[in-house]
């Protein structure tokens, strides 16, 4: 049961982060030919509550793969080596995030609209180039995870409550299942 709500929650909020930083980027990179003050100013508006979307989307995500990393641990579940490797890029999101990402963002928080930095063009480049790692680290996680519940789903079949029980009774009773 808690490997089914893992898949479910690292599949919905996965794909809600997912979606959300390709949107982010995709505004990011439109904002390349604007001026200081306009690039400040969308900067400022993003940063009121995108950061609080961001956390709640990548949290849940995060929890459930690691729920489903260590069943694949115990059981051995088809799919370990995917949900592996979508938690290492998540890992890679989150030190992203905090070592680069974040601190610009708390920089750019006190930036005036009027009078922005001299020096704005190189932590937008910068910020940029963190984002778009952490995106393309995010968008392959997600694509582990999408594969991982199709083998979960292949093996198991039509009905893979039934069979993850099967297992798990024979696993303790020493008999083998159905």
């Excluded at 920089?107 to 009078?115: I, L, T």
């Excluded at 996680?141 to 009905?159: D, K, P, Q, W």
């Amino acid at each position: 049961m808690i490997e089914a709500v893992a898949r479910v929650v690292g599949l919905v909020f996965g794909g809600i982060f997912t979606g959300f930083l390709i949107t982010v980027m995709v505004l990011e990179l439109s904002l390349r030919d604007a001026g200081a003050s306009v690039y400040t100013q969308v900067r400022q508006v993003e940063l009121d509550h995108l950061d609080a979307l961001a956390t709640a989307t990548l949290l849940p995500t995060a929890v459930a793969t690691i729920v489903l990393f260590c069943v694949g641990l115990k059981w051995g579940r088809p799919g370990l080596g995917l949900h592996s490797v979508a938690l290492v890029l998540l890992l890679v999101v989150f030190i992203v995030t905090v070592v680069i990402n974040l601190p610009i963002n708390a920089d750019q928080r006190d930036w005036s609209v009027a009078h922005p930095p001299s020096d704005w063009a190189s932590d937008r480049d910068h910020w940029q180039v963190a984002h778009v790692v952490r995106t393309a680290a995010t968008v392959i996680a997600y694509g582990c995870l999408i594969v991982a519940s199709g083998v979960h789903r292949r093996r198991h079949g039509t009905e893979p409550v039934a069979a993850e029980w099967d297992q798990l009774t024979a696993a303790t009773s020493g008999t083998p299942g159905r």
